[in-house]
């Protein structure tokens, strides 16, 4: 994506109600620095404005540059703590790892930036002990939110949950800070763990519009923040964001056509199907209250649809929906509406026979 684009992008972010914005990786190349310049210059008085980096002092001091125009700049700065990572990555000692991170979160707070984020990449493959000494280290040196990742996707929601309050049950000081969630969705796990983490006591959750990113991606924005709408008061334990949700098609839309990443049909909350409904059955239902197969209204994502009910046309549906579809978009009088319906029910079935045909 270009400045301009993602710059768009911080836009609809502002007006979704995001509470921080992770503009980028300033070190990665001289279009990301600027990227998260501009970000941080034009729209840095609305929220938080973060730079990524790595734990070393270039990364930091160059994040710093890029972020430190905003109102409210952040700098988050991270290193591996799994064995694996450790060992063949980073080819260091646990004692290295934590001394790297500690002096880098000094570091970080001794530019002058007062808030700072830390990650333990891996954490969901890392030591339990070694992950509350390493976060006891940099809360020392000055961390403000650590958050946790499960960099690969491996955890379960039970098994992530519990991570977070473990975290929270036995690092010293981390009453001082916030504990954030970074979910991987390689297992097509990632909404569902982040929601298990905030449920567990994380404040503050790591997501991307449509859920792009790395591999599988990351949780989605759109799919957490609905699942908390619609349950966080009564299952979640109260749990709510500040999330205007009637941004949320404009924001998919803009991303998708500035990343070229089309979104998938099926895509929950913002694919094409989400709010369509093609079974008979459901139609029905749909047209006598919508309530009885949409948990969530369309309207309330800010999307509007073709048609009321969302029907669309398939060989499984009912005369008397064809008949609805066809009267919102034509005049026709009622009596000679059955035949009509009829005729496009047998060509829709023909046109499937044909295609099965084909195929088999």
Known sequence: MTSKEKLDIARQLIKLGVDVIEAGFPAASKDDFEAVKAIAEEIGNAVVICGLSRC??????????????????????????????????????????????????????????????????????????????????????????????????????????????????????IENVIISTHCQNDLGLSTANTLAGAYSGARQVEVTINGIGERAGNASLEEVVMAIKCRG????????????????????????????????????????????????????????????????????????????AGIVLGKLRYHSTYRTSLSEFIYCPTQYLMGLSCSIELFVWAQFRYIEGLTY
Not at 59 to 85: L, Q
């Open 56 to 173: 070393n002092e270039k990364d930091i001091r160059t994040a710093w540059d890029a972020v430190k125009y905003a109102k409210r700049p952040r700098i988050h700065t991270f290193i591996a703590t799994s064995p694996i990572h450790m060992k063949y990555k980073l080819r260091k000692s646990k004692e290295e790892v934590v001394e790297i991170a500690r002096s880098m979160v000094s570091f970080a707070r001794s530019l002058g930036c007062e808030d700072v984020e830390f990650s333990p990449e891996d954490a969901g493959r890392s030591d339990r002990e070694f992950l509350y000494q390493i976060l006891e280290e940099v809360i020392k040196a000055g961390a403000t939110t650590l958050n946790i990742p499960d960099t690969v996707g491996i955890n379960l929601p039970s098994e992530f949950g519990q991570l977070i309050a473990d975290i929270k049950a036995n690092t010293p000081g």
């Open 233 to 308: 008061e009564h299952v979640l334990g109260g749990l709510y964001t500040g999330i205007n949700t009637k941004h949320i098609t404009m924001a998919s839309k803009m991303v998708e056509d500035y990343s070229g990443l089309q979104v998938q049909p099926h895509k929950a909350i913002v694919g094409a199907n989400a709010f369509a409904h093609e079974s008979g059955i459901h139609q029905d239902g749909m047209l006598k209250h919508k309530g009885t197969y949409e948990i969530i209204s369309p309207e309330d994502i800010g999307l509007e649809r073709a048609n009321e």
